[in-house]
């Protein structure tokens, strides 16, 4: 496998050699296409010269490359060239533990915040199906930011064909080094599960608590005999200073029986993680790395970014905006766990009124929030002590969104004009009412600490959002986090204190929602915190010091506000009670505002023919994507849990009890009936998502597109019965496919982006639009992929009315607001269809197919209340 120097393997240009083994080569490589540094492994090709034996292994990596978590190195992508296999990975700087352990034990600190890393590494990798099967010291590298990753998930499977056998039973030279962290089932040549990797797990900690491996004889056999028969030393014994609740779990991890360790390895992650957090010993991070000078990047963006610093800059200029860079706030010890005060400032009895979108100034003495009433929709400004309000905008348009600018004299805000127009960005002084045009971007942008710099999210029809910035001096755009197709929507960018990385959130759609931390000095994003599945978190805000993010989050059932330890620890909660509390602000002493809304979430059934409505069902939390059943009698709905998970419910249109169909971790959701309505087809909650088939009458889903195959998402099916037309993510664009029920055939049907597709009446031709998002346009192809036509430039979600003359969709209008419209099948001018309209997230109809009834998921805001709660941050200064 000699290859000379810049050698070319697919898109990857061959850098240095950075090290060999038993699997073959890595080196450092150049992706052409991304202009990004990775890493290469050249895999040796008598590894594969067993065809089954390679595909085994590809389809290996392609389910671990689905793996997506801090503490693992992600797989990008895999490859031949010539008779030699390569995979590409995510390139890590650093030493491997084996490094660290030539040094001796490690500090227990360390050693906590390491074994956390790796049990949270492990746990997501075996919640997604995936067992590493060689866990030891040489495969987890260790940044130089104190990051733990961990390497070759899967890989094992190509050198140790047989995953059920103990690796080294025909290959002793090769892999003599990794005995002592077999499992003894795996010794045995048993059949092994993730358990086995707990054992490896214990076996690795022993060793950075002690200093020694846990299992280690002169001879291979030896060692292997040791691991199912004999106890290592005790831990206490070699670390006195080991915490006793590490002991009990490192022995856990390290039981004989499968059965007596952990029943999965979230539970071990949890268990450790508490114990750091609880830790009497400073666990301060190593120091980061000072970041490089950033350098400008270019894209094809940059042309609309130099008008966007141009207008803003006009506008700053005209208003005499001076940000001034915020200065590191004062430490204030003994801040106390209980608030000191919990009081509310601003209350709404919607609908009538509302009072939403809370954002504190800077120092905390000010409130900014919009106040709904009368029918007008406007930014209120109020003393925190006390006082009455100012009203900063009287007008006919929905403003939303405000932000105080870092001065804490102006702030900027969202504005939306009456009819379909898209949101305008304005800065308006606290001191006036004269309004600034800030930018024509896509989303509302946010400034930078010292205010050089404004964030925002890019946002482009059919592709994933993008986080980015660029300085205020009309300096290039740069792009922090590119769009990924496995977080498609990102929201709520907030700069850290010290300006160096921002907090976003990224979903997947809908309630989905993790936390990741962002750095503009190129290294890896991360996860702020570890996500439990169904858990979600929305709307990250920095604490002044850096050290925590406070979000919106149900990890106890309940959405309430949590703080988020940035360099680890458990998250915290902040508020409790039924929520859901949420759009926290935070300012420099402690004070965080929240807004705590009461709602009332429904299915609503409007009467076409005669006008009206009714209420066909009613949850405390969210329905959606209601479906008629193709006789008109059923309706079958997705419905979030209180835990957090999805799942699809049936109930008759002439009414009766709703009855659950499904009840599992994945969660389910846009649920589609087959012609003959004894199925339903719907998508898993979960990512990557993927299509399967249920009967209505219970029993065992059947699985159509799994993730092996690209995952699958929103299908509809052909009036036939025959075929499903489908999305599929494909880097971070959806793209439209053909499924067949009969043979399991699958084709590409667009090669631009497509998603939400519906077959027409007739099955001839297919309605889709570029994206999930409501403002892209209506689109219609023919069922054979020709004749692409634009109907509709804005709207999304499209709905063919029973006769096939016509489509449906929605589109967002005032404020938070849903409206349908529709339009010819052919072209033509877009109607409204009055009376129809919903309120909060972006709702899926459906028509009847005798086309009297629409049936639309519903929020009925009942109450809102702005709290502010002060000192809000244990341990934290602010």
Sequence with gaps: ??????????????????????????????????????????????????????????????????????????????????STPYIVMELVEGRTLRQLLSEGPLPMGEVLRQAVQLAEGLAKAHAGGIIHRDLKPENVIVTDDGFVKILDFGLAKLVFPDSDSAPGATQTGAILGTAGYMSPEQARGEPIDMRSDQFSLGAILYELATGHRAFEKETFAETLVAIIRSEPTPLKELAPKAPPTLVAIVERLLAKEREDRFASTREAAADLRSLLSSSQEPLTPPPARRPPELAPRSDGRSARWGLVAGVLLAGAAAAGLTLLRRQPPAEQDGVPLAPSELRVLAAAQAPEERALDPDLAPDGTMLAYVLEQGGQSDLFLSRVAGGGQIRLTDDDNIERSPRFAPDGEHIAFARRRPGDAPPEFFFIPTSTSEIYTLSPLDTLPIWSPDGRRLAFILREPGSADALASADLDGGALEIHLPGDGEYPFLYYPDWSPDGDSLAVQRSSGGLAGEIWQVFLDGRPPRPVASTPRNVFEHHPRFTADGRGVVVSSNRRGAVNLWLLPVAGGSPRPLTSGPGPDGDPSVARDGSVAFLSSTSRYTIELYDLEGGGKTSFTHHSSHLWAPAFSPDGGRIAFSRAEADGTWSLWLAPVSGGEPRRLTETPEGEVYPRFTPDGETLVYTTWSTPHRLF?????????????????????????????????????AEGVEKLFLHSLETGEERQLTQGPGSVPRWSPDGRRIAFSPDRSWDQGVYTVAADGSDLRRLSDIGGWPVWWPDGDRIGFIIGADGGSQVVR???????????????????????????????????????????????????FPDHHL
């Design 822 to 872: 529709w339009v010819a099948a052919d072209g033509g001018p877009v109607h409204d269809l009055e009376g129809v309209r919903s309120e909060g997230t972006s709702h899926v109809f459906d028509v009847s197919p005798d086309g009297s009834l629409l049936a639309i998921s519903n929020s009925l805001p009942l109450l809102d209340e702005i709290w502010l709660l002060k000192p809000a």
């Design 693 to 729: 088939q249920l009967s209505v009458a219970g029993g065992t889903a059947a699985e159509l597109t799994s993730a092996d195959e690209g995952g699958g998402a929103w299908a509809d099916i052909s009036p036939d019965g025959n075929w499903l037309v489908f999305a599929r993510s």
């Design 1 to 82: 496998m000699n290859f000379p120097p810049k050698a070319q393997l697919g898109g990857y240009e061959l850098g240095e050699l950075l090290g060999s083994g038993a699997m073959g080569e890595v080196y450092r490589a150049r992706d052409l296409k991304l202009s990004r540094d990775v890493a290469v492994k050249l895999l040796r090709p008598e590894l594969a010269s067993d065809p089954e034996r390679l595909q085994r292994f590809e389809r290996e990596a392609r389910a671990a490359s689905a793996l997506n978590h801090p503490n693992l190195v992600h797989i990008y992508d895999i490859g031949r060239e010539g």
